[in-house]
């Protein structure tokens, strides 16, 4: 089981979630939801697609701040890396989230039902696990983009542009159907367009294909393990885990 959170800021502001299933060969996406509010939420969903088994959780968010202000030295090292590619991180402080930081927030509700929050995550071990994944340099990886998607809001970035956009998203997320592992996203592809959506309706279009990504990645670390997965940064610190493609 693996799910995917793509994990808003604030609870202010809605979150999205896609849970996929393993049959062994491909993880199906099997339960979603577009517009989850506050944390209580989240864990519900879960919940819910989880219940008391085996579990990998892939938060698209800051899951450790410690820093009060500037930027965290994960995201530093990750924007070096793939910034050619778009690919930079957001610079997290506690300044700037709050002085409660949602992610940690979260993290520590899962921990009361039994997920263990650690930036390694072993080869197709059956546990309850969570990890913090960001699916820009995701993508540039798994896709072998020369660079990210453009399809959130941006100056310049025109409504059309945005929809083309996140049509080869949902294209590249289809053609997981022959990767290794493989997953089967179909129930929401099938059901979404972007084409003619504008506003919040949009913005959900994104966070949920976010979160599917979001699960797949989490699928790809468990599956390959170490092999299949870069870590920049830290437990104490702050990281973020990338997948890579096996060599």
């Not at 939420?41 to 579990?55: K, L, M, Q």
């Not at 300044?95 to 993290?107: D, F, H, K, P």
């Not at 941006?154 to 493989?182: C, H, I, M, N, V």
Request: with cysteine; net charge positive.
């Amino acid at each position: 089981m693996c799910i995917g959170i793509d994990l808003a800021w604030s609870e202010a502001n809605p979150s999205a979630a896609a849970a996929l299933k393993w049959d062994g060969r491909c993880g199906r996406v099997f339960l979603w939801a577009e517009s989850l509010g506050q944390n209580a939420e989240i864990v519900n969903f879960v919940e819910r697609a989880s219940g008391s088994g085996p579990a990998l959780v892939a938060i698209d968010a800051p899951l450790v701040v410690p820093n009060e202000t500037g930027t965290r030295p994960c995201d530093r090292e990750l924007s070096q890396v793939y910034r050619r590619a778009h690919a930079q991180a957001y610079p997290a402080n506690r300044q700037r989230l709050g002085s409660v930081i949602r992610g940690e927030a979260l993290v520590s509700e899962l921990a009361l039902r039994g997920f263990v929050h650690s930036p390694k995550v072993e080869e197709r071990k059956l546990g309850r696990q969570v990890v913090e994944v960001f699916p820009h340099p995701a993508m540039v990886e798994l896709f072998d983009l020369p660079h990210i998607l453009q399809y959130k809001a941006r100056p310049g970035r025109s409504l059309p542009f945005r929809w083309k956009e996140l049509r080869r998203y949902q294209e590249l997320l289809d053609s997981l159907r022959t990767g290794e592992p493989a997953m089967d996203a179909s129930p929401i592809l099938s059901q979404f367009d972007p084409y003619g959506r504008k506003g919040k309706a949009l913005k959900a279009l994104e966070d949920l294909l976010d979160a599917v990504f979001c699960a797949y990645i989490g699928l790809h670390l468990w599956y390959w393990g170490k092999k299949g997965y870069r870590c920049f940064g830290d437990a104490q610190n702050g990281y973020i885990l990338v997948p890579v493609r096996p060599r």
